[in-house]
């Protein structure tokens, strides 16, 4: 592996705890959103909905773990009280999602279902509201994850008003799965409807809480969407076990099939051709932060990014791939 020369690195830290994956970026925005899976609509109209978002493997941990719980953000706040939210996870057959949402998940693991009345509250667009799972999901690595929720709204319980989710505020990535789902009004059944409709808007934007795993984030100031600015920077982030070392890298491709690379424990999403941006300790809430500067070379519009860690002492295990596009 090689230094990185052209960009210039300092090393931040970050003070969170939490030890997750941000798909696709763990920056929010608060600029645009959508309600199906989550939210309600003010006219009623999505008072039922079936919604699925794919979640591709490279973006997921490296190595087996269980996911205890989700975290999204809410655009529109307000209390919601649902006659039913169910929460499922499982592998997708395919590396997309179709309009057939039984098909996209085949063999679906419950990991959350709310007691009719539960009411949640979804206070700030400025910051993750999460959701614990009553029943941990053991994600295998290398599998292509789907979220699926199937939720109603309970009436007159739930106010007259709009509460939605943030997305990525676009472009939308064409190389990145769009969500399917199905919504419609009381007693409309489209809860448990098979068949949706392709949303063609950006993906949902999702936090995945593990236990057990390294796990790796990216964040700062941006364009829109995962698309970074030149002449400012980004920041990747590794969360392991305090006191152990991390060791960032960045690619220009993601491999065409990941693989192991002993010795470092788990799947490695980048080609051998990495190059490793920085190395150092994780700090006493066992996160390891760089941030890396963006050139403002107009030549580098367009640059797709990879980024992928490792983490440990003895042992190194690999943590998920974030991306990040460079635009003016």
């Not at 190595?63 to 039913?84: D, K, M, N, S």
């Not at 949640?120 to 029943?135: D, G």
């Not at 990525?168 to 919504?183: C, I, K, M, Q, T």
Request: hydrophobic letters at 35%; a neutral charge; proline letters at 10%.
């Amino acid at each position: 592996m090689r230094c990185f020369a052209p960009f210039l690195l300092c090393a931040t830290t970050l003070a969170q705890t939490s030890h997750y994956t941000a798909y696709s970026t763990d920056s929010l925005h608060g600029a645009y959103g959508h309600w199906a899976f989550f939210g309600v609509l003010s006219t009623g109209g999505s008072d039922e909905c079936r919604a699925q978002q794919l979640v591709p493997a490279a973006f997921m941990p490296a190595t087996a773990g269980l996911i205890t719980g989700v975290e999204v953000p809410p655009h529109f706040t307000g209390t919601i009280t649902y006659q039913r939210l169910d929460l499922q996870l499982g592998a997708c057959p395919t590396t997309t999602l179709t309009t057939d949402m039984d098909a996209n998940l085949p063999v679906p693991t419950t990991v959350y279902s709310a007691t009719p009345g539960t009411s949640i509250s979804w206070p700030s667009a400025t910051q993750w509201t999460r959701v614990n799972f009553t029943t941990p999901f053991l994600y295998v690595p290398g599998t292509d994850l789907v979220f699926e929720s199937r939720r109603v709204i309970q009436r007159p319980a739930t106010a007259s008003i709009t509460v939605s989710h943030q997305h990525s505020n676009g472009p939308s990535r064409n190389d990145l799965p769009h969500p399917v789902w199905a919504e419609g009004g009381p007693g409309s059944g489209r809860a448990n409807q098979q068949f949706g409709s392709t949303y063609g808007g950006p993906h949902m934007l999702i936090r995945f809480v593990f236990s057990g795993v390294p796990t790796l984030t990216i964040s700062g100031p941006r364009v829109s969407g995962t698309q970074y600015k030149l002449g400012q920077s980004l920041t990747i982030t590794a969360q392991g076990n305090p006191g152990e070392a991390y060791a960032h890298a960045i690619d220009l491709l993601l491999a065409a099939t990941p693989a192991p690379f002993p010795p470092v424990q788990g799947l490695l999403f980048l080609t051998p051709a990495l190059v490793l941006t920085g190395i150092g300790p994780l700090d006493p809430s066992g996160l390891g932060a760089q941030t890396i500067p963006i050139p403002s070379t107009p030549s580098l519009a367009g640059v797709h990014l990879y980024f992928q860690s490792a983490t440990g002492s003895t042992i190194f295990g690999f943590t998920n791939a974030v991306d990040a596009i460079l635009q003016p």
